[in-house]
Nanobody, 115 residues
Framework: QVQLVESGGGLVQAGGSLRLSCAAS????????MGWYRQAPGKERELVAS???????NYATSVKGRFTISRGNDKNTVYLQMNTLKPEDTAVYHC?????????WGQGTQVTVSS
């Protein structure tokens, strides 16, 4: 059974930092591209950052230079370091594991940035 479990969300003031983690089980982690998506109330889910199995990263324009995605293949975990947070970063952040047509989602973790 595939499981993606996110952690690390919370309430932070603007300008602060948070580090999200997503622990994967039930998959051969090194085969999968991993991504972080977010969904704010009333908005569509959007890609925040992704990292391929080979370590190539991609970022949404809105977070480039502030967020960093990384993966710890020894721990089957993907991370999202979020710095200089802004109120508009407030959303539920979801982890995604992708291998071609196969994809899995975590339940999400809430990030709230106060002004």
């Amino acid at each position: 059974q595939v499981q993606l479990v996110e952690s690390g969300g919370g309430l932070v003031q603007a300008g602060g930092s948070l580090r999200l983690s997503c622990a994967a089980s039930g998959v051969i982690f090194t085969n999968y591209a991993m991504g972080w998506y977010r969904q704010a109330p009333g908005k569509e889910r959007e890609l925040v950052a992704s990292i391929t199995s080979g370590g190539t990263t991609n970022y949404a324009t809105s977070v480039k230079g502030r967020f960093t995605i990384s993966r710890g293949n020894d721990k089957n975990t993907v991370y999202l370091q979020m710095n200089t947070l802004k109120p508009e970063d407030t959303a539920v952040y979801h982890c995604n594991a992708n291998l071609g047509p196969i994809g899995f989602w975590g339940q999400g973790t809430q990030v709230t940035v106060s002004s």
